[in-house]
C-alpha cells in the first residue's frame, strides 16, 4: 500500500490561485500514474487531472487552461496549480496514486487514495 498525504487546501476568493501538493511513499518501485480528482457535496467524484508516465496528462475540460498538474518524481510529489478559481470549484480534492510496489522481489501493482484537502472558493 502507497501512503498519499495532500496538502495545500484552503479558502481562497474567486479569482485565486491555490496548489495542491501529494507525496506519495512506500515501498515503491515506480509511480505509473498520479492524479487529482474532486468531489463536491451531492456530486460524484470527478477526475480533475492526471499524469502518466511518458508525461501524458488529462484535464477535465472544466478545468482547462486554468490548472496545471506537474510531478517532481525525484521526490514522489505530484502538484496542481490552481489558477482563475471559480466558486464551482468548491470541493474536497482528492490524490490517486497508481504505483508498482515491491516486497524482495515480488512486484504488485497497488492504486491508493489520499484523504483528501478541501478547496473552499468563496464569490
Known amino acids: 500500500q502507497v501512503q498519499v498525504v495532500e496538502s495545500g487546501g484552503g479558502l481562497v476568493q474567486a479569482g485565486g490561485s491555490l496548489r495542491l501538493s501529494c507525496v506519495a511513499s512506500g515501498s515503491i518501485f515506480s509511480i505509473n500514474a498520479m492524479g487529482w480528482y474532486r468531489q463536491a457535496p451531492g456530486k460524484q467524484r470527478e477526475l480533475v487531472a492526471r499524469?502518466?508516465?511518458?508525461?501524458?496528462?488529462n484535464y477535465a475540460d472544466s478545468v482547462k487552461g486554468r490548472f496545471t498538474i506537474s510531478r517532481d518524481s525525484a521526490k514522489n510529489t505530484v502538484y496542481l496549480r490552481m489558477s482563475s478559481l471559480k466558486p464551482e470549484d468548491t470541493a474536497v480534492y482528492y490524490c490517486?496514486?497508481?504505483?508498482?510496489?515491491?516486497?524482495?522481489?515480488?512486484?504488485?501493482?497497488?492504486?491508493?487514495w489520499g484523504q483528501g484537502t478541501q478547496v473552499t472558493v468563496s464569490s
Open positions: 490517486n496514486v497508481a504505483a508498482t510496489l515491491y516486497t524482495g522481489s515480488y512486484r504488485y501493482d497497488s492504486n491508493d
Open positions: 499524469l502518466g508516465n511518458g508525461e501524458d496528462t
